[in-house]
């Protein structure tokens, strides 16, 4: 079993930044495929993005790509999304996710794809 812990959301305005950290747990973090969903109040959980096991290629929503920045660290154990220039409609509850097995070409956006996921974690823009 894995364990994920999200932090770093809150409250920000229009135009600014937050990174968001997802912590997990398992000693084979490299070979996790991680990935970020958001859900809105009275949306359905959609993909922000998604990064590779080992390669560290990333993918992203056309929402936000441009300003999101998915990394990992393997070292630490952690992903970090970086959100630049927010939005009001980029607030939801942000929540990690993880797939243990090999990278999901044609599902990477479905949450059906992933194993494990997070508590979840607050992000609120302001206009």
């Known amino acids: 079993q894995v364990q994920l812990v999200e932090s770093g959301g809150g409250l920000v305005q229009a135009g600014e930044s937050l990174r968001l950290s997802c912590a997990a747990s398992?000693?084979?973090?490299?070979?996790?495929?991680m990935a970020w969903f958001r859900q809105a109040p009275g949306k359905e959980r959609e993909f922000v993005a998604v990064?590779?096991?080992?390669?560290?290629?990333?993918y992203y929503a056309d929402s936000v790509k441009g300003r999101f920045t998915l990394s990992r660290d393997n070292a630490k154990n952690t992903v970090y999304l970086q959100m630049n220039s927010l939005k009001p409609e980029d607030t939801a509850v942000y929540y990690c996710a993880v797939d243990l097995g090999d990278f999901p070409a044609r599902a990477y956006a479905q949450g059906s794809t992933y194993d494990y996921w997070g508590q979840g974690t607050q992000v609120t823009v302001s206009s």
């Open positions: 990064i590779r096991r080992n390669s560290g290629s990333s």
């Open positions: 398992g000693r084979t973090f490299s070979s996790y495929t």
